[in-house]
């Protein structure tokens, strides 16, 4: 039977984030976050303008162990207390995730301890789940729960009929309901923040520059408008800022324009979003929603959630993460595995020895 409480080490090197983590799990309450130790590699992509997969790989290498430690010393607990080890093995940069996945098997290993592969989307599921989010009490969730997961390489929708611990294997593969057809959302916010002359990451950079603008000004399209698919794409949403961009260069007024160039780049992002995720609640008779990712920071879409939930059914306010948990990181791998732990999801000794990366799953 397992322990009523139980204490895991995270670790995240999917993409450009190396962290590591212990977190606390009682089943009926928020996991309890002890220490999270980050290191960011945004310094090392941005002259590149989006992530080096090499340069990704050989940081994790550098920094891996250094945040292990970090989070067992932040968190007072010394590996022979921690019950479970939790990782990401997919999906993400092949290399990348081999580091955080040879750290884990190693310490698993010698430890004698049971390790947990994660699946990097479903430790954005949940972190909703990590204390600090507006989910105050998880065990009375309504359901089902439609969870946006928008990020930068993902725009995925699913339903969620029962609570984490209850979570099936195949959870995402059998509650996925609709997903872009090219770029995810962050990355449209990223590619046309390039374009527009913003450093990497550029999303935070349109989010700032647009609270001056005028979101009417520039027609930008959305696509797929259909009652007939929860699918998105936002690759002609690109191409429509190249050509207005262009336009605004050529007439010397880009820099005097650009509060409204990037207000209308935000509200057609968030337009698309905003008309599947209710479309979806309403076709799946969904009673909560939560929003997760990268692109969960965004202050227009809280701002447009918050204020429109209420019309559409919803039994709860719009769930998100606490900010610092939107972005990558080992916390939420911590609170997946917590999950997974309970239902003796986990493998040990040697057969933990052949788990290795997938880099693309089917989901």
């Not at 699946?119 to 789940?129: K, P, T, Y």
């Amino acid at each position: 039977m397992m322990a009523k409480e139980t204490l895991v080490l995270g670790i995240e090197s999917s993409c450009d984030e190396c962290s590591a983590t212990v977190v606390r799990h009682q089943s009926g309450v928020p996991v309890e976050v002890l220490s999270l130790a980050t290191y960011s590699q945004i310094g090392l992509h941005r002259p590149y303008g989006g992530v080096v997969p090499e340069i990704a790989s050989r940081n994790h290498l550098e920094t891996v162990n250094h945040m292990i430690d970090q989070a067992l010393t932040e968190a007072g607990v010394s590996t022979a207390e921690v019950d479970v080890i939790a990782v990401t093995n997919r999906p993400g940069l092949a290399g990348a995730l081999l580091v955080g996945i040879s750290a884990a098997k190693a310490m698993a290993y010698a430890l004698n301890k049971p390790l947990i592969p994660v699946h990097h989307l479903e430790g954005h599921a949940s972190s909703i789940f990590l204390k600090g989010s507006n989910l105050l009490q998880p065990d009375q969730l309504p359901l089902p729960l439609l969870v946006a997961i928008v990020s930068g390489g993902h725009t995925n929708l699913y339903t969620f009929k029962t609570l984490p611990e209850l979570w099936p294997p195949d959870l995402l593969k059998r509650s996925l309901v609709g997903r872009s057809r090219d770029d995810a959302a962050g990355e449209a916010f990223d590619k046309t923040a390039k374009t527009l002359g913003f450093p990497y990451p550029g999303g935070v950079w349109i989010d700032k520059t647009a609270k001056s603008g005028n979101p009417e000004v520039f027609k930008l399209p959305r696509a797929l408008p259909q009652k007939a698919t929860l699918d998105f794409s936002f690759s002609g949403l690109k191409t429509a800022v190249v050509l207005e961009t262009q336009k605004l260069k050529a007439a010397g007024t880009l820099e005097e324009r650009l509060p409204d160039l990037c207000a209308s780049i935000q509200e057609a992002i968030v337009d698309a979003l905003l008309t599947k995720i209710y479309l979806a609640i309403r076709m799946h008779g969904c009673r909560a929603l939560a929003v997760v990712g990268g692109v969960a920071a965004n202050s227009r879409l809280r701002e447009r959630l918050q204020a429109e939930w209420a019309a559409y059914g919803l039994k709860h306010e719009p769930i998100f993460p606490k900010l610092e948990y939107c972005s990558d990181n080992a916390a939420m791998v911590g609170a997946a595995g917590a999950f997974r732990y309970r239902q003796g999801q986990f493998i040990r000794g040697t057969d933990l020895l052949t788990l290795n990366a997938i880099p693309n799953p089917e989901v």
